[in-house]
């Protein structure tokens, strides 16, 4: 094979997420999985922003696009959005050094915690581990329709559309990081809707949904956890009637509280990460993209 490692273009993306679809596919067959995969519109608008905000390299192999290699940095962390090869290329010895050029990139742009939201292929896993990404917890998905158990709790909070300042500040505090660039998509060009949580005045949380899916969510005060997720999930099931939520395995009050609304749980990923960072005992993933 002659391998040729390059910076991704604008032009590249209808052929990265190509290379996402079938290797997704090819992921899921093999491990059992029984989920649709992405629409491809969606696929190519978070590669566009992933592009546009990140890192992104690819490898073509013997003059053909085979492995795709991006992330992001926001202030000092480091998020693997994805990592994908064609299936006849995986296990080649391919993608490890592309994986490793964007690592570097990110170390020179002030990057010092490196994680990524890994699928359940060993082979990507075991990756991961040798370049310094130990396990951290499971993120798990609960789905379906939820079940009524009263409005305790939602009356004690004010929800509203959300500010970008405030967005801005709760994850400075939950994720370490502001991420303003990925606010502004979520709010400006990827058609979510955005609610902020407030008691007395004071802004505690916000979250987001679209089509049904809940995410990203924080909340800094313990206290307003389950009004929070009571309001995204009215929100959310009353846009589809079904809601989904992706949880890390450390926030043990949305797992309950999920399992209490009668959400099943669907599917389960793993956070890698080479340090523990910000307090994602309050928080929801917006999934494998962004984080």
Known sequence: MTVNYRRATESDIPGAAEIFLVSVADMYARTGIKSPPPERSIVELNYTHVFRTGIFYVA??????????HAIVRDRIWFLSGFWALPDLQG???GGSLLKLVMEEGARAGAQTFFTWSSVDLQ???TYMKMGMMPGYQILTFAGRPVETGNAGESAIDVKPLSLSTAIAVDGRVRETGREVDHRFWLEEAGAQGREISRDGRAFGYFYFNKGTIGPAAWTNDEVAEGLLRAALAEASRESGDARLMIPGINHTAIRFALSRGLRLTGFSHLLTSAPFGQMQQYLSSGPSLF
């Open 92 to 94: 080649q010895r391919v």
């Open 124 to 126: 990507a896993m075991a």
């Open 60 to 69: 073509e192999v013997d003059g053909q696009l085979g492995t795709i290699c």
